[in-house]
């Protein structure tokens, strides 16, 4: 399975600590109960808890015996109550590796309420525990006593993420044993068909993990004479948000700024690098082509007054909409397909990495 080119390599742990804090304090299994039928963690003979086991044994078990050569294991997904010591989170990242569990959403018609979303994460001391963005199949299955089928309804908690207003990602997260029951692998298969009908953005779990931790960091900057800011960020984050009623980003004299898109209350300024310098007012924000959206990332831009050039490449074959001011053509490139439909232009390909050319006409 690691071998697949869709499969990104992660641990869970040694052995799937249930009651981290605890398992630490005592390096023991602890009292058994009913919150936790095998203990703080799961036997083996001979095991003594340990975080440095659980962390960084654990990893070099996978990439040693489990994965290819070139495929590093890059996270740590948390087990058991998704509670670790601040201790475990420095570990992790001192290892190089992110992390990831705990939170999701659990928003639905019977409970449609902000409070029903958890946050981004939570800091641990300096470090930072990023939460999963939605919750597994467990919260729509009664911790799997039932309806198996329940798993269905997390459409539900996609949609209401995205309208009004955009609260998270969609994530897909489930165990495997889902599919020991019929009801759970025909609701596993209704969810996966409805997020291939959505114009989504595909992308790995460790990209997201990346983009959490550059937002933490991101910085705004207004410009002294109020027409434009100044975004910057690290490497993966290539989104920013305004609201629809801000001014919007005039791309002649913008830099770094490939396009943008409107959703509900908010417009999503497509970056093509971690800085980016958006110049509002004026009149024309229209006069070259922008970007209206993609499946893929934005990885080139050049502008001039005659001639923009966008990179895209990403996981997916690639699928774009550009906005062409009048006088604008896209130039015909070699794999590239266009169709237009008044004023936009949709680009597709059977690649994932493409660059896409637009000349002024007249």
């Keep these: ?9 992660g641990s869970h742990t040694w052995s799937h600590p249930f009651n981290w804090i605890e398992a630490a304090k005592c390096h023991c299994r602890g009292q058994i109960s009913k919150d936790y039928p095998y203990g703080n963690f799961l036997p083996f003979p001979g095991y003594a808890f340990s975080t440095h086991e659980e962390v960084v044994g654990a990893r070099d078990y996978i990439e040693q015996k489990l994965a290819p050569p070139d495929k590093p294991c890059k996270a740590l997904l948390w087990p058991g109550d998704c509670k670790p010591p601040n201790h475990a989170v420095a570990l992790c990242d001192a290892s190089g590796l992110l992390n990831v569990n705990g939170g999701g959403v659990t928003m639905r018609p019977q409970n449609p309420s902000l409070t029903a979303v958890w946050p981004l994460g939570v800091p641990k001391g300096k470090w930072f525990q990023i939460y999963a963005a939605c919750s597994d199949e467990e919260d ?15 459409i539900e908690t996609f949609e209401m993420t995205e309208n009004p207003r955009r609260l998270k990602p969609v994530e897909i997260y489930f165990h495997p044993y889902i599919v020991t029951r019929d009801a759970g692998a025909v609701s596993l298969h209704k969810v996966f068909q409805w997020a291939l009908s959505q114009p989504l953005h595909p992308m790995f779990e460790t990209l997201w993990l990346r983009s959490v931790l550059d937002w933490r960091h991101a910085a705004v900057a207004r410009r002294v004479d109020g027409h434009g800011w100044r975004l910057q960020s690290g490497a993966h984050l290539r989104q920013w948000r305004q609201p629809t009623q801000a001014s919007r980003p005039r791309l002649g004299q913008s830099l770094g700024v490939a396009g943008w898109n409107e959703h509900a209350e908010f417009r999503y300024l497509h970056i093509a690098a971690n800085r980016a310098d958006v110049t509002t007012g004026g009149h024309d924000p229209d006069a070259i082509p922008r970007l209206v959206d993609a499946n893929v990332d934005v990885t080139h831009l050049s502008v001039t007054d005659r001639h923009v050039a966008i990179g895209l490449a990403g996981y997916a074959q690639v699928q774009a909409r550009l906005a062409l001011p009048q006088g604008w053509s896209v130039k015909p490139t070699r794999g590239i397909h266009l169709a237009h439909d008044g004023a936009t232009v949709v680009v597709t390909s059977e690649q994932r990495s493409v660059r896409i050319e637009m000349v002024r006409t007249v």
Excluded at 1 to 9: C, G
Excluded at 140 to 154: A, Q, S
């Design 1 to 9: 399975m690691f071998a697949l080119p869709n499969i990104e390599v």
């Design 140 to 154: 729509y299955t009664n911790n799997w006593k039932g309806p198996y089928f329940g798993f269905e309804n997390v």
